[in-house]
């Protein structure tokens, strides 16, 4: 793709050095200007545009083209091939319409869809015949007209998403200037501090009469403890910094739905396992349980006297109500479903006759 | 889901539950199938006999054949099964007792035993080997831990091994249910229910208003006595009948209650169900009854009368003469079928590496190896 063509390429394509109207060479005119519009893409230099459509509408001066022009639509061509030009302008005028984002679909099939169909109505309208043009058109418009809403949301929230990367941009280069700044000033810092510990140094040896290894030495680490300082502090500082960066650039970013309160998990998916023969009560009075409960060396193991209520009492009626040679007797038979209870003990007491007598005939040695 | 409904979920009531007549008739099934094999297997064993004898000299063959017992085997019946597996349940508490395992564990073996001996015949496997297999699953199974080695010289003449030999055959015939629901632990419920309620510290259940007013005298006093006798029958009686095989351990639990003390368990069922409801109040009662009575029929007595034990004592001879031969050293079929497994991996072992010589051979071939089908 050629971009500013009408610099570069003079030399090799002859047709962008004279105007197709008025024929002027650049050769005559070094400042010679090709301009184009949207309407019809036929170029003519700056003047002719001038001459022809300064006093207000008027027809396309090359042959057989006619179209209705307008001063205001003429622009410089961006790209040197027109045909370029032409589609990416359509792309442009389609793609403001067609302008949903992939997280309004469901799936990403959808969402590739969704993209074959819009590439096809730019096909359409790039390299169709004067009908599929048409149709194509038409189905622009009919479907700007049905999803005004959408279309205008989406555009929102486009510029808002152009919006937002500027900041962030912004933020990053203020952080990346701020530290430098910093690191500056650390760095002069420190060469205070080094001249100030050696006129320390020196005055002390000029004073005092202490070893002056010592001194030097001592001077040294002082030195060494200030920076390390400084660097623990300017690294909170940056952290701090950051953390309240990451704050300012999350803030935003993704909106979400409210999630949908989820219900309290069920384990039992449903059962209800409230005893129908008794109430379990909070405690009761047993000699045997009077120690457990008192001491704290059954208890600490997680021991929960309640447990103990509810197994012992559920056990105490689970089945009182079974009877079995009732239920029993019609386990052989297929079609009494009525006295099996649950569909385990239906499979066990279908296949039971035929169990047993494998068995019978079964040995293990 | 209701009590009932939970306790239909398990094992012991979807395939340890069996009318009289139905468990007669298994009964009788294995007894009539292992007395045929029994005879089938002595049959064969003198055949094998006759032939190796045919070459050895007359004298010899005189005193093998004084093993076998002569003529038809005199198998046992059912009764007499019956009688020496409830012997040897006694035995098992009483070795129990010597171990000084807790009542869980007893009980629990002892239903193995019962279970295990519905589709297998005492003919075929000697209950003296199924006992010890049987009392160390239940040490497993009631979580009361039991070394092997300390198990086996606890008992006395027996190795690890001779518990061990029939390990899978016993769980064979538990049908690898090793779930046991005992009464024991709703005796402990029922019981602290009745103490609350003696207490008045429960508000009467729902709909019995009427029937809690009418409640017995000197309640306390009596939860207390007809506990500790229920807790004895429990540990006795209930586990020497059949009662786990027609009852649930709510049902037999309440009978023992109903043998200590009639009124009071009367009355506590009357609290439970609504004499409106069906009839169901009256059916519990006697099922109940029942049960009761199938309780109170055995002697809980550790030591068999002059009686029974002379009875007992002729049974055993004629189990010892009636034992499956080709069953009998359990250890030793253990053991052969170990090796034997064993031995079949190594010819595999063999053949694997035969081939792979093989393959590496024709792969030195100019044309490489043969293609596999």
């Known amino acids: 793709m050629m971009r500013n063509g009408a610099s570069k390429a003079i030399d090799n394509n002859?047709?962008?050095?004279?105007?197709?109207?008025?024929?002027?060479?650049?050769?005559?005119?070094?400042?010679?200007?090709?301009?184009?519009?949207?309407?019809?893409?036929?170029?003519?230099?700056?003047?002719?545009?001038?001459?022809?459509?300064?006093?207000?509408?008027?027809?396309?001066?090359?042959?057989?083209?006619?179209?209705?022009?307008?001063?205001?639509?003429?622009?410089?061509?961006?790209?040197?091939?027109?045909?370029?030009?032409?589609?990416?302008?359509?792309?442009?005028?389609?793609?403001?319409?067609?302008?949903?984002?992939?997280?309004?679909?469901?799936?990403?099939?959808?969402?590739?869809?969704?993209?074959?169909?819009?590439?096809?109505?730019?096909?359409?309208?790039?390299?169709?015949?004067?009908?599929?043009?048409?149709?194509?058109?038409?189905?622009?418009?009919?479907?700007?007209e049905s999803n005004m809403g959408d279309i205008e949301e989406n555009?929102?929230?486009?510029?808002?998403?152009?919006?937002?990367?500027?900041?962030?941009?912004?933020?990053?280069?203020?952080?990346?200037?701020?530290?430098?700044?910093?690191?500056?000033?650390?760095?002069?810092?420190?060469?205070?501090?080094?001249?100030?510990?050696?006129?320390?140094?020196?005055?002390?040896?000029?004073?005092?009469?202490?070893?002056?290894?010592?001194?030097?030495?001592?001077?040294?680490?002082?030195?060494?403890k200030k920076s390390s300082a400084r660097r623990t502090l300017a690294e909170s500082v940056e952290s701090n910094g950051r953390a309240r960066d990451s704050g300012l650039t999350i803030r935003g970013l993704k909106k979400k739905e409210a999630p949908i309160a989820e219900k309290p998990y069920d384990p039992f998916g449903?059962?209800?396992?409230?005893?129908?023969?008794?109430?379990?009560?909070?405690?009761?009075?047993?000699?045997?349980?009077?120690?457990?409960?008192?001491?704290?060396?059954?208890?600490?193991?997680?021991?929960?006297?309640?447990?103990?209520?509810?197994?012992?009492?559920?056990?105490?009626?689970?089945?009182?109500?079974v009877f079995i040679e009732d239920e029993v007797a019609g386990r052989s038979l297929p079609a009494a479903p009525a006295s099996i209870g649950t569909a385990a003990a239906a499979e066990a007491s279908a296949a039971k006759v035929n169990i047993e007598y494998k068995m019978e005939l079964d040995d293990v040695f | 889901m209701s009590e009932d409904e939970r306790y239909r979920t398990s094992t012991q009531y979807r395939l340890w539950s069996y009318s009289p007549d139905s468990l007669?008739?298994?009964?009788?099934?294995?007894?009539?199938?292992?007395?045929?094999?029994?005879?089938e297997a002595v049959r064969r064993l003198r055949e094998a006999r006759a032939l190796s004898s045919a070459?050895?000299?007359?004298?010899?063959?005189?005193?093998?054949?004084?093993?076998?017992?002569?003529?038809?085997?005199?198998?046992?019946?059912?009764?007499?099964?019956?009688?020496?597996?409830?012997?040897?349940?006694?035995?098992?508490?009483?070795?129990?007792?010597?171990?000084?395992?807790?009542?869980?564990?007893?009980?629990?073996?002892?239903?193995?035993?019962?279970?295990?001996?519905?589709?297998?015949?005492?003919?075929?496997?000697?209950?003296?080997?199924?006992?010890?297999?049987?009392?160390?699953?239940?040490?497993?199974?009631?979580?009361?831990?039991?070394?092997?080695?300390?198990?086996?010289?606890?008992?006395?003449?027996?190795?690890p091994e001779d518990v061990l030999a029939s390990e899978f055959l016993l769980t064979q015939g538990l049908r690898f249910t090793f779930d046991v629901r005992h009464p024991f632990r709703a005796l402990e419920g029922a019981v602290m229910e009745l103490q609350a309620l003696s207490k008045g510290d429960i508000p009467p259940f729902h709909g019995a208003g009427a029937v809690i007013e009418a409640r017995p005298h000197n309640m306390e006093r009596r939860v207390k006595n007809a506990h500790g006798k229920a807790r004895e029958y429990l540990k006795s009686s209930a586990l020497l009948t059949d009662a786990y095989f027609h009852f649930t351990p709510s049902q037999i639990m309440m009978a023992a209650l109903m043998i200590a003390d009639k009124e009071l368990t009367e009355w506590y069922i009357k609290c439970k169900f609504s004499a409106a409801a069906g009839g169901l109040q009256q059916k519990v009662l006697a099922t109940l009854e029942k049960c009761?009575?199938?309780?109170?029929?055995?002697?809980?007595?550790?030591?068999?009368?002059?009686?029974?034990?002379?009875?007992?004592?002729?049974?055993?001879?004629?189990?010892?003469?009636?034992?499956?031969?080709?069953?009998?050293?359990?250890?030793?079929?253990?053991?052969?079928?170990?090796?034997?497994?064993?031995?079949?991996?190594?010819?595999?072992?063999?053949?694997?590496?035969?081939?792979?010589e093989q393959s590496a051979k024709e792969g030195e071939d100019l044309f490489g190896p043969a293609i596999k089908k």
């Open chain 1, 14 to 144: 002859p047709s962008d050095d004279i105007c197709p109207v008025c024929k002027s060479n650049r050769y005559l005119n070094p400042s010679l200007q090709f301009l184009i519009n949207p309407e019809c893409y036929h170029k003519m230099c700056s003047t002719c545009v001038d001459r022809i459509f300064t006093s207000g509408p008027a027809s396309c001066p090359v042959p057989y083209c006619g179209k209705t022009l307008r001063k205001k639509g003429f622009h410089k061509a961006f790209f040197g091939d027109l045909k370029v030009e032409r589609e990416v302008d359509i792309r442009k005028r389609v793609g403001a319409v067609f302008n949903r984002r992939q997280d309004e679909f469901e799936t990403l099939l959808d969402w590739n869809n969704y993209l074959e169909e819009v590439e096809g109505l730019i096909f359409d309208l790039v390299e169709g015949t004067k009908e599929e043009k048409l149709k194509a058109e038409e189905r622009l418009k009919a479907y700007r």
């Open chain 2, 55 to 159: 070459d050895t000299s007359e004298v010899e063959n005189g005193q093998s054949t004084s093993a076998i017992p002569e003529g038809e085997v005199d198998c046992l019946t059912v009764d007499e099964e019956l009688k020496l597996v409830a012997f040897y349940c006694r035995q098992t508490i009483q070795l129990g007792d010597h171990l000084k395992v807790p009542t869980e564990v007893k009980a629990t073996a002892i239903q193995y035993i019962k279970r295990f001996y519905i589709t297998n015949s005492l003919m075929t496997y000697h209950p003296a080997d199924i006992l010890k297999t049987a009392l160390f699953f239940a040490t497993k199974t009631e979580n009361h831990y039991f070394r092997l080695t300390k198990f086996a010289d606890a008992i006395g003449k027996t190795k």
């Open chain 2, 24 to 39: 007669l008739a298994l009964r009788s099934t294995t007894n009539r199938i292992a007395a045929e094999r029994v005879r």
């Open chain 1, 155 to 224: 555009r929102r929230a486009g510029l808002e998403q152009i919006e937002m990367e500027k900041q962030r941009e912004k933020a990053e280069k203020e952080a990346v200037r701020q530290r430098r700044l910093a690191a500056l000033r650390e760095e002069e810092e420190e060469k205070l501090d080094v001249a100030r510990s050696k006129r320390d140094v020196l005055e002390r040896l000029a004073n005092t009469d202490e070893d002056a290894n010592k001194i030097t030495q001592q001077a040294q680490k002082i030195i060494l």
């Open chain 1, 270 to 321: 449903g059962v209800d396992l409230t005893p129908s023969r008794y109430v379990l009560q909070e405690d009761y009075d047993n000699e045997w349980l009077s120690n457990a409960k008192s001491d704290t060396r059954h208890m600490a193991g997680g021991y929960s006297l309640q447990e103990y209520y509810a197994r012992t009492l559920f056990e105490a009626f689970s089945g009182l109500g």
């Open chain 2, 292 to 356: 009761a009575t199938m309780l109170k029929e055995v002697d809980t007595s550790s030591e068999p009368s002059t009686t029974e034990r002379k009875e007992l004592k002729a049974l055993a001879k004629k189990l010892n003469k009636c034992r499956n031969p080709e069953k009998m050293d359990l250890v030793g079929l253990q053991r052969a079928k170990r090796e034997g497994e064993e031995s079949v991996d190594e010819k595999i072992v063999k053949k694997r590496k035969l081939e792979r």
